[in-house]
């Protein structure tokens, strides 16, 4: 079983093709978390995978709680990986993900880093499509080296490229305590089609008026409203308007 989030489908276009060449299932956290499911059985010998996305150096929030609820069935020690996905730096991704799984008495067997598009473009400018493909397409490359890393079942870490490890805490741990609404904005471009409100994972946007509005004080800045607009509509910040929109060119998101 594969357990992934994604907001923008570079870790669901990861799971899904770690999926495909280990003949397992990818499993959306999103959709769990959807139907209040946090308990799983996982067959004896069957590896279990996570896949995710760095956020400011660490787990995403939404990860993060799937991963504090989840209740695991399993007979003997299961083979346990983590496929971060990020731009630059993965940070302490792979150290929170050890210590949430701990707490369930579960070991982090491995940990592999890919390369993907970075979607926090208020920093990083996604606007060069043939960059951004090239990336891509060096990632699936990745994939499959990890899907034979896996299928041997190798432990360690393999290409997580962390950074500077006490920086990236004092970063996420910042991070965390903000995560403010505040810089998004909405342009008169918007068509009113509610796809922002609909699919937010943190619930935060409501429509008023056939515009969308940010009805929490925080959320979990996955970016997804902004890179799913039709319309290029939303934006955080000054910058997000030149740096463009990414979503995985393979996957459906949302
Ligand atoms: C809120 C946010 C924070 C991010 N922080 C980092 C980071 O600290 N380091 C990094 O290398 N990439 C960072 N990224 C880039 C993502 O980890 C990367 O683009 C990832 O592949 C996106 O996955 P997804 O398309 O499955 O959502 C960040 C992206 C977002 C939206
Ligand atoms: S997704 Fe874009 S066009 Fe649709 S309601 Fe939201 S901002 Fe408007
Ligand atoms: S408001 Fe936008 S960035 Fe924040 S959680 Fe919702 S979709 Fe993600």
């Not at 769990?32 to 995978?49: H, I, K, N, Q, V």
């Not at 904005?185 to 429509?207: K, W």
Request: charged share 25%.
């Amino acid at each position: 079983m594969i357990f992934y989030y994604s907001a923008t489908g570079n870790s669901r276009h990861a799971a899904k093709r770690l999926a495909a060449a280990l003949d397992d299932t990818a499993v959306s956290v999103l959709d769990c978390r959807a139907e209040s499911r946090t308990s799983f059985a996982l067959p004896a010998g069957e590896p279990l995978g996570l896949v995710t996305p760095t956020y400011f150096m660490g787990l995403p929030t939404l990860m993060s709680d799937f991963l504090d609820a989840l209740e695991l069935d399993v007979e003997g020690e299961p083979y346990v990986y983590l496929v971060a996905t990020f731009g630059n730096f993965s940070g302490t991704t792979r150290a929170m993900t050890a210590k949430a799984l701990k707490r369930h008495g579960i070991r982090l067997a491995a940990a592999f880093g890919v390369r993907m598009v970075d979607t926090w473009t208020p920093w990083f400018d996604v606007s060069d499509r043939e960059r951004a493909l090239r990336i891509t397409r060096e990632a699936d490359t990745r994939i499959d080296d990890i899907a034979a890393r896996i299928r041997r079942r190798e432990e360690g870490s393999y290409r997580l490229r962390t950074g500077p490890l006490l920086e990236a805490r004092a970063i996420h741990a910042l991070w965390r305590r903000g995560r403010s609404t505040a810089p998004f904005s909405v342009s008169d471009a918007c068509i009113g089609c509610g796809r922002c409100a609909r699919e937010c994972p943190s619930d935060a946007i409501r429509m008023s008026e056939g515009m969308p509005v940010w009805a929490s004080s925080t959320c979990a800045q996955c970016l997804g409203c902004l890179h799913r607009c039709p319309v290029f509509a939303i934006q955080r910040g000054p910058r997000t308007k030149r740096h463009g929109q990414w979503t995985h060119p393979g996957e459906r998101v949302g």
